[in-house]
């Protein structure tokens, strides 16, 4: 494979990446919400707390003890429009759309806080935090296998993936290892921080997904993050063994992820206000990553900035449609 082509293989990944953990952090922001009735029959106490939690997951990446880890949105986005020796120098749409979709994604969550009861302030945050983690484990130990099977329920509603082939479990500690190699300082801390893992594995000859987490809400964007994963997989396996692993050495890195997070939900959030109606969201994820690189660019960049022209592109390649 020539190098143009590596690269442009490199480039789809991460834009694959950043719909996959898009599609997480919007699940993160909406999943309740689909299952509410199913969530006050189990506890009434339980909606409130994920609906806070979900701001909370935000809007930590503009906290001082993330800046101080990862340095500043605002200035990394900055660089990747600048510098190129960036990670995102060579993507077209993240360096260029990266930084305004995060801080789109700020300004909505910084907009519902006061009605959903979350601070902002600096040491309070951080307490509010600590005290949600805590009262959730509280509230949902005496439900663990109602809940795990209910983030089955809405991972499968979602993706319309048959609920045998999701497997989950609610842990207090997450002690599984990541796939992601740790590379450096940073990656390690990183690594000691998460609160839940989810992704793509092989279960009686099928690919499945599995995802393990803290509390009902992580679980649930890790099986739609993973279930995203399975999805995207029909745009790699056209590559061969050697070209798979330079491109996700290349693109599958933990220091890259809260960037993709933090964008990620404002882009997912923009997919599906462009998608036709009646069409499946698993089909059009699975028609994008079937894209080259360079149509699926500019698809993306359509979704970005002309929602309409998008809405063609994605009916044009909808199977419900007999253009």
């Known amino acids: 494979m020539s190098c143009e082509v590596l690269e442009d293989e490199i480039q789809k990944r991460f834009t694959l990446n950043w719909l996959i953990q898009g599609a997480s952090q919007h699940a993160g922001a909406t999943s309740h919400y689909l299952v509410r009735d199913e969530l006050n029959a189990i506890d009434p106490r339980l909606v409130r707390p994920y609906d806070q939690l979900a701001l909370i997951i935000v809007l930590q990446y503009w906290r001082l003890q993330s800046k101080l880890l990862m340095g500043s949105p605002r200035r990394f986005w900055k660089r990747a429009a600048t510098n190129r020796g960036h990670p995102f120098s060579g993507h077209t749409l993240l360096s260029r759309y990266g930084g305004m979709l995060a801080e789109e994604t700020r300004r909505r969550a910084r907009e519902r806080c006061k009605e959903k009861g979350v601070t902002v302030l600096p040491f309070a945050f951080s307490f509010q935090t600590a005290f949600l983690i805590v009262r959730l484990r509280r509230l949902e130990t005496p439900h663990r296998y109602q809940l795990i099977e209910l983030a089955k329920e809405v991972t499968s ?120 109606e009646d069409c499946s969201l698993a089909q059009v994820l699975m028609d994008l990553a079937r894209q080259p690189a360079r149509i699926l660019e500019a698809t993306i960049a359509a979704v970005i900035e002309e929602p309409e022209s998008a809405r063609q592109l994605l009916d044009y390649r909808s199977p419900n449609n007999p253009k």
Not at 166 to 172: A, H, P, Q, R, S
């Open 157 to 276: 509603m979602i993706w319309g993936i048959p609920a045998d082939r999701l497997n989950g479990t609610l842990e207090d500690r997450i002690r599984a290892r990541r796939s992601i190699p740790v590379r450096s300082f940073r990656d390690t801390i990183l690594g000691s921080c998460i609160a839940g893992i989810g992704g793509v594995v092989r279960h009686d000859g099928k690919l499945a997904v599995a995802a393990n987490a803290i509390n009902w809400h992580l679980l649930t964007k890790e099986l739609v993050k993973g279930t995203a994963e399975l999805v995207c997989l029909h745009g790699l396996n056209q590559l061969s063994d050697d070209t798979y692993q330079r491109v996700l050495y290349a693109t599958d890195r933990l220091d890259l992820e809260p960037w993709m997070l933090q964008s990620g939900g404002e882009l997912w959030r923009r997919l599906l206000a462009a998608m036709p």
